[in-house]
């Protein structure tokens, strides 16, 4: 089945900063790559999503780029603010089974 | 409209008794999950519906586990004979289809003691 890994597990950074996060698949047939934001006691939100017939999406300073051929994509924050600091899940998507990454804890330091 | 719903928000229960975790999603969406999330830890897939298709179990742990969808619509999820191992926030999540955003509910915060 589809395995997702996702890198780093915490990053910290200076307000204003950008922060990059990484993942990869397994399954070349998934086709749909989310990211999720959760913040300390909340659920789960989306923040941006990518389909395997694009390579890259924007939505003002966050941004998302796949690599099909690699397998891997990653979530860009530009001009992070503190308001960021969350944990962020990638996942991936063959059939509608949707599988998440380990999460990535930000903190963005004011 | 009202976004999806879990019941109940909090399960205290002992280790051995059988528990029953709600999920009410949203009307009209097809897609049905549930993960687990243990503290401060990520989201482990359990199981997915998805409209009448059969059900995708592979991520259930134990057959102690088992999860059904009435109608299309209100799910449970069962957990026999609970372990401590079962602490966990156990979140339901819908989708109009299969890949398209999901949205969570609340999740159920499930302590075995």
């Known amino acids: 089945g589809e395995n997702v890994e996702q890198h780093p597990s915490t990053l910290s950074v200076q307000e204003g900063d950008s922060a990059v996060i990484k993942c990869t698949y397994s399954d070349s047939a998934s086709n749909y790559f989310p990211w999720y934001k959760q913040e300390l006691g909340k659920r789960p939100q989306l923040i941006i999503d990518?389909?395997?017939?694009?390579g890259e999406k924007k939505d003002q300073r966050i941004a998302v780029t796949l690599n099909k051929t690699a397998k891997h994509f990653s979530l860009h924050i530009t001009e992070t603010q503190p308001e960021d600091s969350a944990v962020y899940f990638c996942a991936a998507s063959r059939e509608g089974k949707l599988i998440f990454g380990q999460g990535t804890e930000l903190s963005v330091k004011p | 409209g009202a976004g999806v719903s879990q019941s109940p928000s909090n399960k205290v229960t002992e280790k051995g008794k059988d528990v029953e975790l709600r999920c009410d999603p949203i009307?009209?969406?097809?897609?049905l999950y549930w993960y687990r999330q243990s503290l401060g830890q990520g989201l482990e897939f359990l199981i997915y519906?998805?409209?009448?298709?059969?059900?995708?179990k592979s991520g259930l742990p134990s057959d102690r586990f088992s999860a059904e969808r009435t109608g299309g619509s209100v799910s449970t999820l069962t957990i026999q004979r609970t372990q401590q191992e079962d602490s966990a926030v156990y979140l339901c999540?819908?989708?109009?289809?299969?890949?398209?955003?999901?949205?969570f509910g609340n999740g159920t915060r499930l302590t075995v003691t």
């Open positions: 990518i389909r395997s017939n694009v």
């Open positions: 999540a819908s989708s109009s289809t299969g890949e398209s955003p999901l949205h």
């Open positions: 009307s009209g969406h097809t897609a």
């Open positions: 519906f998805q409209g009448n298709s059969a059900p995708d």
